[in-house]
């Protein structure tokens, strides 16, 4: 959620360094000649859903899907919450390649990472196994039933002796950068620093930028879907799908794609992991998802929101956020008037939408606020307090895109580690402690974090040695162990604190 790129700088300033002169947003493009543009070869959009498209109805024609997986599912929801309806384009359109180009400045070899990641005081991975290559793909994704096009980063690892390998696939899904195009993860060095970091740790890391951060050709023709999570799953599985054409058809690298995915990710990016693994049997089939790493993630946002709007706060300018993403995707109601102040010197109802569109940090939009009514309309402080899940539509909204609550019903069973920051003032960790109750009331299968003393961002760093064992196990295809499974332990010391 908010501010999560601010607390990646150990790992960004690494990277800084390794790169020299490279620069830091579009400094970093490569000039137009070396953007590779695929021809178009996808059936055209217009005729007739092919005969994997889903809609409301269910998908009738679902391909056999790996590992223990049903091959009759349930019927996908799409849209909700009064919104108009629509039904999904066949797969076939989509997760195909427009432009891709690599940056050879992040072209590493193991011994540059390993040096000043200990330089920075992040010697936790060393020795690293790996060089790393880093590209940029523009790739065709789809919303509410029409193609839109997206970007991601994909990160490759380079072995030294320039033997083919096969490496596992993490889908990283990023925490908050930003709203528009201008603030995607890949025009900048702070969103390929955790990509590069787990190329060179041995994954083919895929990380989507989000849909409505396009990060290089045309501008988006959309608004972000800020935790959003059918828009958010869609994407970030079509950004999967690309990578796989990229190492398999497009460039020659030694690194071998596999169809085994590792979910990862952080903040707004810990909400995507668990919505990627919610719709990954009925949008990804053909993948299989071995474990899934959800580091302080906003899991029930009903419960977010009713807690955050009882002060100002972070977690409170952050909903106003979601609540102007809902509105533009669902496609209704026609302003945030009745839920956002429209007076001096703010104007919180007219200028966040206006931001939301243009801009990646609100600058002095909630500077001195002392006070809740002075962002929210009264009102709606009043109706929230007998219960935000009954406020209509926002309520709706919330618990569609809150983990507990989803209309998607879950058919797979992945191991989760679930990681939360003690000291967290954005996505409340009160709140989160009894999400990971309910949802392994609900079945979920889950090992947990805390790491004592830690702010919102740092839970996610602190642990990422940890995190890197919990993944290298499922990949070993090692059990979660019974004694650990859902068992919620008081806060610890996190071994992953940086040396300086």
């Not at 889908?171 to 702070?190: I, R, V």
């Not at 083919?204 to 396009?214: E, H, I, K, Q, T």
């Not at 889950?446 to 919102?456: L, R, T």
């Amino acid at each position: 959620m908010n501010s999560f790129k601010i607390r990646v700088r150990i790992l960004a300033l690494t990277f800084a360094v390794a790169c020299g002169n490279a620069g830091i947003g579009s400094d970093l493009v490569l000039p137009p000649d070396d953007i590779v543009t695929v021809p178009d070869t996808a059936q055209d959009p217009a005729s007739e859903p092919g005969e994997d498209a889903i809609s409301e109805e269910g998908n009738d024609t679902v391909p056999e899907v790996v590992g223990d997986l049903p091959v009759e599912l349930p019927k996908l929801p799409v849209g909700g919450c009064g919104s108009t309806a629509y039904d999904l384009l066949s797969r076939s359109l989509t997760g195909t390649i427009v432009s891709w180009e690599e940056d050879t400045s992040y072209q590493l070899g193991p011994e540059t990472i390993d040096s000043l990641l200990g330089q920075y005081g992040y010697p936790f991975f060393s020795p690293l196994q790996y060089g790393t290559r880093i590209f940029r793909v523009r790739y065709v994704t789809q919303d509410h039933g029409k193609t839109r096009e997206a970007t991601a980063i994909v990160g490759v690892p380079d072995p030294v002796d320039g033997q083919g390998k096969s490496f596992p696939t993490v889908l990283w899904t990023h925490g908050t950068t930003g709203f528009s195009d201008g603030c995607a993860p890949s025009m900048n060095l702070e969103g390929i620093a955790f990509p590069l970091l787990w190329a060179a740790l041995g994954y083919v890391a895929v990380a989507p930028d989000y849909l409505g951060m396009a990060g290089f050709g045309a501008s988006s023709e959309m608004s972000h879907p800020y935790l959003i999570g059918e828009a958010t799953a869609i994407a970030s599985w079509d950004a999967v799908r690309a990578a796989e054409i990229l190492l398999t058809k497009e460039v020659q690298t030694a690194a071998t794609f596999t169809r085994n995915v590792i979910l990862w990710g952080a903040s707004q990016g810990g909400h995507a992991v668990f919505m990627c693994e919610r719709y990954a049997p009925y949008l990804a089939p053909e993948y299989k998802v071995i474990g899934a790493v959800a580091a302080i993630p906003p899991t029930d946002l009903v419960h977010q929101a009713e807690q955050g709007l009882l002060y100002p706060g972070s977690t409170a300018a952050t909903l106003s956020a979601f609540y102007t993403a809902a509105m533009k995707w669902y496609g209704y109601p026609a302003s945030l008037a009745g839920v956002l102040t429209d007076t001096d010197p703010k104007h919180f109802m007219t200028a966040l939408p206006e931001f939301f569109d243009h801009d990646c940090d609100p600058g002095d939009l909630f500077d001195n606020i002392t006070k809740i009514d002075q962002v929210y309309e009264q009102s709606f402080l009043d109706a929230a307090a007998i219960g935000i899940e009954n406020l209509e539509p926002w309520g709706c909204f919330l618990s569609d895109n809150s983990i507990e609550t989803s209309r998607v019903q879950r058919v797979s069973d992945t191991p989760f580690l679930f990681i939360l920051s003690e000291k967290d003032s954005l996505v409340i960790p009160e709140v989160e402690r009894t999400g990971f109750d309910t949802l392994c009331g609900q079945g979920y299968r889950m090992d947990y974090i805390e790491c004592a003393g830690a702010s919102h961002a740092q839970g996610a760093i602190w642990s990422l040695p940890a995190q890197h064992a919990w993944i290298e196990d499922r990949l070993a295809g090692k059990p979660l162990d019974v004694a650990t499974v859902c068992r919620r332990t008081p806060a610890q010391e996190c071994s992953g604190k940086p040396t300086n």
